[in-house]
């Protein structure tokens, strides 16, 4: 399983922090990225339809995100 999702999250200071930042009051579903595939979750990765929010979300903040935080 990939920790792409938690090393992400982990730039904006974890789950709640990048949840505000993306302007998402269902922390569930960010939580549901580190989870396996086979319960419910995608197996670590961001989602790609979430890419976009993620993005944003870190140039507002002035987070950067390097191509090493989004490999597997």
Known sequence: MSDQAQ???DKF???PALAKAM???DLS???????PKDKGGTGGFV???A???????????????TDKDWRP
């Not at 579903?29 to 989870?35: D, G, I």
Request: net charge positive; glycine share 14%.
């Open 7 to 9: 090393r992400i999250a």
């Open 13 to 15: 200071g974890g789950f």
């Open 23 to 25: 302007g998402r009051k």
């Open 29 to 35: 579903a960010l939580y549901r990225w580190t989870k």
């Open 47 to 49: 989602p790609t339809s």
């Open 51 to 65: 890419v976009p929010s993620v993005l944003a979300a870190a140039g507002r903040m002035g987070i950067r995100l």
